[in-house]
């Protein structure tokens, strides 16, 4: 009955991706949160292109739900279309990308939220935070009222300080229709934590009732469904299609004669934009060999006219923004519903933040997604996930929960936010990891699942099923190997249509290593096969493992070599001034980040090999008492 008084665990500040995951893994856990938004109709709004996954990003969705997150059940439960990007490649690169409908999916996540007992919702701008002895003991409201709380997780997306922008005219807000949070940026600031500012947007929105689909390239979802979830029984949907159209040189024309109307080359934005989803006005200007760029439009909902323009965010006028739009074929007599817009917003630099992504200043102070200075909803949901249950392990006095690099894409997202200084916001590739073939979507559940068991989020229903896949595929693995393909004619007519032929027996698993012959080919060739009818994600496990066994063997010496780093432990209290044989640059950069382990510290940019070697020898020693 804590909330009769205003007094609750934690307190989570936000209702976005971040926000929800936070509230419903601490609310799981056990623990009474209050959740505060500055609209309580959006939470889980996509402000941006409505859609999940994509690449690198999909591998998250999948992870947060081996762990025992909602997003990929609610991606599931609410697409529009659902399409496996870079199929032809590899499996490290294979992406799945949910089209969602923008309305179910705010619907679906809301519903989760209010059948959680544990949570509250409440509509009000947290404006300060409230401390004793330099940890969190509650908030205040901009009505002035109260609450305590033992933990308090910010997850404000773009609404702190939020200033819009819609060519040289900007409007306090969050997003367009939504107010800023003001306030609690000061209150940051005089508990000692830095503020800076980025800058993201957002393309417009148009009738679809205008568009001429004739005009542009079909873009259909996949006839062989894949999901995101590993619960079973996902729901299958009717599949809707996405258009391709381009721009041309009329479009960039428009662009460039309008430059001095765009507050970004007039300078009048200071945050620094994403670099991996620029404005269109940027692409012409970065990229002016190109004769013309990808334009996508994708739906929005099936309950609505509106429809996305992905890949022309602007920030242009919205007179300009007609112009531009209208030279787009299909889109010729397209009206406008929403106008582009780019908005700015206050973060916290993460170097600020430790990994379980609490605050280093200010204990029980959390914070997740776009304030840690990211971009994307899938990096917004996957620290939003990490900073729910480690809010309930530092309530419980529990070992926080921290993944590595080599456990999970997660793992190397944040690792990523606290040890390098990042400028611009923060999204996830498949390149920023090194073991990227061990850390593929196809096999989050493997890598993830029993931490998720192990915290509490997966229950035991749901790890009787995991531990069954897992069981079916070392079956499968060892009968690839165990069972001999004979060389008939019969078979050799069959290879021969794949440019492949055998002169004697050979294993299933060997030839499954062929680069032209898949597991569906092994139906063909051995009745065995054909007649045991596993499910998919069974085969494809199996067919991986084999397939890449060399590459796999090799990230897994890699992880090995680098493991050797981890285990050299720095003291949280040591002074980098002392010691006097490592470079200047290096003792700034480590007194800024102060890494945990010397590998966290080799991965900080400009810090160099020698001095890695310098504190080498000293952990050895443990001789950082001597000046």
């Known amino acids: 009955m804590g909330y009769a008084n205003n007094e609750y665990d934690i307190l989570v500040v936000g209702a976005g991706h971040a926000g929800c995951e936070a509230a419903?893994?601490?609310?799981?856990l056990g623990c009474e949160v209050l959740l505060c938004t500055i609209n309580i109709d959006n939470i889980a709004l996509m402000p941006c292109n409505p859609a999940i996954g994509g690449p690198a990003k999909s591998t998250l969705v999948r992870e947060i739900d081996a762990l025992g997150g909602v997003m990929g059940e609610v991606a599931d439960a609410t697409y529009l279309q659902m399409k496996m990007l870079n199929s032809s490649k590899g499996p490290a690169v294979r992406a799945l990308r949910a089209q969602s409908d923008k309305k179910e999916y705010m619907a679906y996540m809301r519903n989760i939220i209010e059948s959680c007992e544990n949570i509250?919702?409440?509509?009000?701008?947290?404006?300060?935070?409230?401390?004793?002895?330099?940890?969190?003991?509650?908030?205040?409201?901009?009505f002035g009222i109260e609450y305590k709380a033992k933990a308090i997780i910010l997850t404000t997306g773009t609404s702190l300080e939020g200033k819009i922008w819609v060519g040289l005219r900007s409007y306090s807000a969050g997003r367009l229709g939504e107010k800023a949070a003001i306030g609690l940026s000061q209150s940051l600031n005089e508990l000692g934590i830095q503020i800076k500012k980025l800058k993201t947007g957002t393309p417009s929105r148009v009738d679809k009732r205008t568009i001429d689909y004739s005009k542009m390239t079909i873009q259909p979802g996949d006839s062989e469904l894949n999901f995101y979830s590993f619960k079973p029984n996902r729901p299958i949907r009717k599949q809707y299609p996405c258009y391709l159209t381009r721009t041309n040189e009329k479009t960039h024309e428009i662009i460039r004669a309008n430059l001095d109307k765009s507050p970004m080359f007039q300078g009048l934005i200071h945050g620094v934009g994403p670099r991996y989803c620029p404005s269109i006005e940027d692409k012409i200007v970065r990229f002016s060999e190109n004769?013309?760029?990808h334009i996508f439009i994708e739906p929005e909902g099936l309950g609505t006219y509106e429809v996305y323009i992905q890949g022309f965010s602007s920030s242009l006028p919205a007179d300009v923004q007609i112009q531009m739009l209208r030279t787009l074929p299909g889109l010729e007599k397209a009206h406008i519903i929403k106008p582009a817009y780019a908005v700015e917003y206050d973060y916290v630099p993460a170097l600020q933040t430790q990994h379980s992504l609490m605050?280093?200043?200010?204990k029980g102070l959390f914070m997740?997604?776009?304030?840690?200075?990211?971009?994307?909803?899938?990096?917004?949901?996957?620290?939003?996930?990490?900073?729910?249950?480690?809010?309930?392990?530092?309530?419980?006095n529990s070992e926080m929960l921290e993944l590595s690099r080599s456990s999970s894409y997660i793992?190397?997202?944040?690792?990523?936010?606290?040890?390098?200084?990042?400028?611009?916001?923060?999204?996830?590739?498949?390149?920023?990891?090194?073991?990227?073939?061990?850390?593929?979507?196809?096999?989050?559940?493997?890598?993830?699942?029993?931490i998720g068991h192990k915290i509490g989020l997966i229950d035991d229903t749901q790890y009787k099923i995991y531990q069954a896949k897992q069981e079916a595929i070392k079956q499968e693995y060892e009968r690839l190997f165990a069972t001999k393909l004979p060389a008939t004619l019969k078979v050799n007519e069959i290879l021969t249509k794949y440019e492949e032929n055998i002169e004697r027996g050979i294993r299933l698993a060997e030839l499954l290593k062929r680069p032209n012959i898949d597991y569906k080919i092994l139906k063909e060739l051995d009745e065995e096969t054909a007649a045991l009818n596993l499910p998919r994600e069974v085969y494809e496990q199996a067919e991986i493992l084999i397939k890449y066994d060399g590459y796999l063997k090799r990230q897994k010496f890699q992880v090995e070599q680098a493991s050797k780093l981890e285990k050299y432990k720095i003291p949280n209290d040591i002074d980098y001034t002392n010691i006097k044989h490592i470079s200047s640059?290096?003792?700034?950069?480590?007194?800024?980040?102060?890494?945990?382990?010397?590998?966290?510290?080799?991965?900080?940019?400009?810090?160099?090999?020698?001095?890695?070697?310098?504190?080498?020898?000293?952990?050895?020693?443990?001789?950082?008492?001597?000046?």
């Open 291 to 293: 004769p013309s760029h």
């Open 411 to 450: 793992g190397t997202l944040i690792d990523d936010l606290v040890t390098k200084d990042i400028e611009d916001p923060y999204r996830m590739l498949t390149s920023r990891s090194e073991y990227r073939l061990l850390l593929r979507q196809d096999n989050a559940d493997a890598r993830l699942t029993e």
């Open 120 to 142: 509250y919702l409440k509509q009000c701008c947290i404006t300060e935070l409230l401390t004793k002895d330099g940890a969190i003991t509650g908030a205040r409201d901009e």
């Open 24 to 28: 419903i893994a601490a609310a799981r």
């Open 585 to 627: 640059e290096t003792r700034d950069k480590l007194t800024k980040v102060r890494p945990k382990t010397l590998a966290q510290a080799a991965r900080i940019g400009g810090v160099k090999p020698a001095d890695i070697s310098v504190l080498m020898v000293l952990l050895e020693r443990h001789d950082f008492s001597k000046k």
């Open 368 to 396: 997740g997604g776009q304030i840690n200075g990211t971009s994307g909803y899938e990096e917004a949901a996957a620290q939003g996930l990490i900073a729910g249950i480690n809010a309930v392990n530092y309530l419980n």
């Open 359 to 362: 605050s280093k200043q200010v």
